[in-house]
């Protein structure tokens, strides 16, 4: 499961742009300074894996914020996704779809700090498991899907030189390297993504290179590269979770550039894809 939805014109893009910034009193900045990472609205990822009850007070306090600004932008993310992939709606009793800024706020241009650092990963790799943190919501519904859940993004501000995402779509990792992954430091996760590659690479097989035809080398790292995704504002990316995935480091980025970006995912339950972050 992978692909994109043209989702919102420019006009709409921008007017969501202006209500991100209209609320930037409700940033919550994500990293120190000089760095500007900030999210709108409560995200299981950041919160919930520290402490559920502290996810859901700040959820209890921004769905609301977030469904007078963005109940219009919703309405057709829902009407979106359900046209592509099935029903779905938001899930009140999670917090719903939020906001990544990567830049500066409103009005102000980032540090040179901040600029430098964008041109490097700015996040770990990864694999969405946030629903792990939920037992007890999917525990209300009689059928739920867990294996196969649902991430996206709506850019709606992008630098000027774009964005995007790397995607190792063809590295399948199972239940227990999931639950592994995401806790491996940076060496730890080469050395896992080279291990996987042994075992759906021919060019790992000895076979492959006997007939003498081949006159390259194999090259581990170069080809445990990962499938670039670049984004165009309005147009919404989803992918199955379970692939393992990181935000591309910034082209020569400027101190004006931004990344906003609606971020959420979903489970099926039920027959319908419940949305959440």
């Not at 910034?21 to 900030?38: C, G, H, Y």
Request: glycine content about 6%.
């Amino acid at each position: 499961m992978i692909g994109f939805i043209d989702v919102l014109s420019e006009e709409q893009s921008t007017k969501a742009v202006k209500l991100v910034d209209n609320l930037e009193k409700v940033w919550i900045r994500r990293a120190p300074d000089p760095m500007d990472f900030f999210t709108v609205g409560a995200c299981t990822y950041l919160e919930g894996c520290e402490s559920i009850s502290k996810y859901h007070k700040h959820r209890a306090i921004l769905n609301p914020v977030l469904k007078k600004n963005f109940d219009w932008l919703y309405d057709i993310v829902c009407e979106k996704i359900s046209a592509e992939l099935g029903p779905a709606e938001l899930l009140d009793s999670l917090a719903f779809p939020g906001f990544h800024v990567f830049g500066h706020k409103p009005g102000q241009v980032s540090h040179p700090g901040c600029v430098e650092r964008m041109q490097k990963p700015l996040a770990s790799l990864h694999v969405d498991i946030q629903y792990r943190e939920h037992p007890c919501i999917w525990n209300t519904f009689d059928e739920v899907d867990l294996e196969e859940p649902l991430s996206f993004t709506l850019p709606i501000e992008l630098p000027e030189n774009g964005g995007g995402l790397w995607v190792w779509d063809w590295l399948s990792l199972d239940d227990d390297w999931i639950r592994k992954f995401n806790f491996q430091d940076d060496s730890q996760k080469d050395s896992t993504i080279k291990k996987f590659m042994d075992d759906v690479d021919p060019r790992e097989n000895k076979e492959f290179w006997d007939n003498g035809s081949l006159p390259f080398d194999y090259n581990a790292i170069y080809d445990t590269k990962p499938m670039v995704i670049p984004y165009t504002v309005g147009k919404l990316f989803y992918h199955t979770g379970h692939i393992l995935h990181q935000i591309i480091p910034g082209y020569k980025p400027s101190n004006v550039d931004r990344r906003i970006t609606l971020q959420g995912h979903g489970i099926k339950c039920d027959g319908i894809w419940r949305l959440y972050f």
